[in-house]
């Protein structure tokens, strides 16, 4: 158990709380295998490269995360007050969501489950 009063335990949680600018997008309708192959390009980069290789990448997921990478970058210049000149992509996950089964009718009366897989992407910035 907790030590301490209810308000003491939630002063202390608060202050460990993350500062960095972030941008999260759930219940996105792509799965994280095919998320993670653009979030793996952009990882470590600045954010104009960055969002470079999201604008002239092929993949679908490749527009969702433009637009939240767009998002978190104006995140930090809203809410921290950074320049997104020394912005970087410093960490980048695509998380599992829920997946909704759907049936595909086959030969002879037989029923196929089919899964569309749901994720949960985050970017997290730093400045250089």
Same mark, same amino acid.
């Given at each position: ?12 949680? @608060? #202050? ?5 600018? /972030? !941008?999260?997008?759930? %219940? ?46 104006? @995140? #930090? ?5 950074? /320049? !997104?000149?020394?912005? %970087? ?40």
């Amino acid at each position: 158990m907790a030590k301490g009063h209810r308000s003491q335990i939630k002063r202390e949680r @608060n #202050a460990q709380k993350d500062t960095r600018p /972030s !941008a999260k997008l759930s %219940y996105a309708r792509v799965s994280v295998q095919k998320a993670c192959y653009v979030l793996d390009a952009i990882r470590g980069k600045d954010v104009q490269s960055a969002l470079g290789i999201v604008t002239y990448n092929p993949r679908y997921a490749s527009e969702l995360i433009a637009k939240l990478l767009k998002s978190a970058i104006a @995140n #930090a210049e809203n809410n921290n007050g950074m /320049s !997104a000149e020394n912005l %970087y992509v410093e960490e980048c996950y695509a998380n599992k969501g829920p997946t909704m089964k759907r049936v595909r009718p086959r030969a002879q009366g037989r029923a196929y489950r089919i899964e569309k897989r749901m994720s949960h992407i985050t970017i997290v910035l730093n400045e250089k």
